[in-house]
């Protein structure tokens, strides 16, 4: 938790809104995974990024290793975007390790 | 289809007793981890493995114990279990044949200890 810090910790979306999410790190991380976790609790892998930026679909990555910091961004958010958003750094293939995660609700 | 699989998937146990978690992966992956989650502190990390019968110590490894038997086994153990380990608790698999260190995780086991 303290290595990886998420910001905001709770967030309510209209659906068909933007917003973004943001991991910042006290640790020099070399690569930085983004996770979501379902109401049902299963955790689901959406990113796996060394510096730079990747994209799937609505969502957007960036991590800016110089900068110790990452941001997930969702576009035009649908209700089955809700759960908990998780960031995980790594140094250099380290143990991930976790930030306490953002809760997104997204309503109709 | 490869999958990391936890078992049990819910537990009760008595304050004292003894209790075995386990996972088994079937991605080939070199790396494994046990992790326990409560409100609050996302994933925290508690005891990790490279490889078949290496285990290391993550950052809330007291009252845990971690076995790697083999490739694909990885357990997690309390041998006293106490109220304060009452959490629920992930297994993931992660080190692919290009190097990249994507997770997978378990379904998780609720561990209740009374």
């Known amino acids: 938790g303290d290595k990886v810090k998420q910001s905001p910790s709770a967030l309510s979306l209209q659906e068909g809104t933007n917003s973004a999410l943001r991991c910042n790190f006290s640790i020099a991380a070399t690569t930085v995974q983004w996770f979501l976790q379902n109401p049902r609790g299963s955790l689901i892998n959406l990113f796996y990024?060394?510096?730079g930026t990747k994209e799937n679909g609505r969502l957007k990555s960036a991590f800016d290793s110089k900068e110790s910091y990452s941001t997930l961004h969702i576009r035009d958010a649908q209700l089955e975007d809700s759960g908990t958003y998780f960031c995980a750094a790594s140094n250099n293939n380290n143990a991930p390790r976790f930030g306490a995660g953002t809760k997104l609700s997204v309503k109709p | 289809e490869a999958a990391v699989t936890q078992s049990p998937r819910n537990k009760v146990a008595v304050t004292g007793g003894k209790v075995t978690l386990s996972c088994n992966q079937t991605n080939n992956h070199n790396n494994m981890y046990w992790y326990r989650q409560d409100t609050g502190h996302g994933l925290r990390l508690i005891h990790y493995s490279y490889g078949a019968g290496s285990t290391e110590k993550g950052d809330i490894p007291d009252g845990y114990k971690a076995s790697r038997p083999s490739q694909e086994n990885f357990s997690l153990i309390l041998e006293l279990a106490t109220p304060s380990q009452t959490s629920v608790y992930f297994c993931?698999?992660?080190?692919?044949?290009?190097?990249?260190?994507?997770?997978?995780f378990g379904a998780g086991t609720r561990l209740s200890v009374l």
């Open positions: 993931a698999s992660g080190g692919d044949r290009e190097g990249q260190n994507t997770l997978y």
């Open positions: 990024l060394v510096p």
